[in-house]
């Protein structure tokens, strides 16, 4: 495996620790017999490429518009008050993550971030999960799709999603472990002093 493409979505009033947590996960990972190479490149992209304003304020600049992004091996769509309330009902938004997942090898989510996903229809005859507090409502509003509850993460295969908020730093490990390996998973969670267990 060379170095994957991370690319992090990112909008006015996503969560924090949604796209943080995986960002630090996979940016920190590394392999275990190589230096050369880091398995990860880890990139963030809004629809404007202008800075926005993280759920509480946190300002962040991202590093690419959707017009001038690069193609991502892989894709994470966060969440937050941002994706429900607003970005839910952004056409030109959901368009850019149906393209995405074109060309992607893993289209991911965290917490209310599937619910972008599953108005994008990729989620449709797929099992999926998102933040405790939205289940009723994901369930009513995409019926196509098998809400799981009580879990960190769900894979489906291509596409991988996540619950609420914390959710997002398991399933990266589990990324970790998947595209690279159990024992690097185990190396960049003590860099971290990450507590795997119970969190896998």
């Known amino acids: 495996m060379g170095t994957k493409s991370v690319g992090i979505l990112l909008f006015d009033d ?14 920190i990972a590394a392999f275990k017999d190589r230096e050369d190479i880091k398995p990860f490149k880890v990139e963030t992209v809004s629809e404007t490429g202008e800075m926005i304003a993280a759920r509480n304020g946190l300002k962040v600049l991202p590093s ?51 619910l972008l996903l599953a108005k994008a229809g990729l989620l449709d005859g797929k099992k999926a999960t998102t933040h405790w507090a939205s289940y009723e409502r994901f369930a009513e509003l995409f019926p196509k799709v098998e809400v799981v509850k009580g879990v960190k993460f769900v894979d489906e ?28 998973k185990g190396i960049a969670a003590k860099r971290m002093e990450y507590d795997l267990l119970d969190n896998t």
């Open 14 to 27: 996503v969560e924090v620790l949604d796209f943080a947590g995986p960002f630090e996960v996979l940016s």
């Open 64 to 114: 690419y518009s959707f017009e001038n992004a690069p193609v991502f091996d892989i894709l994470i769509i966060p969440g937050g008050p941002g994706a429900r309330l607003t970005e839910l009902h952004n056409d030109n938004l959901i368009e850019w993550i149906k393209q995405q997942d074109k060309s992607t090898e893993l289209t991911t989510s965290v917490c209310t971030g599937a």
């Open 157 to 184: 295969g291509r596409i991988v999603t996540s619950g609420g908020i914390s959710a997002g730093i398991t399933m990266a490990f589990h990324l970790v472990e998947r595209l690279v390996g159990p024992e690097e």
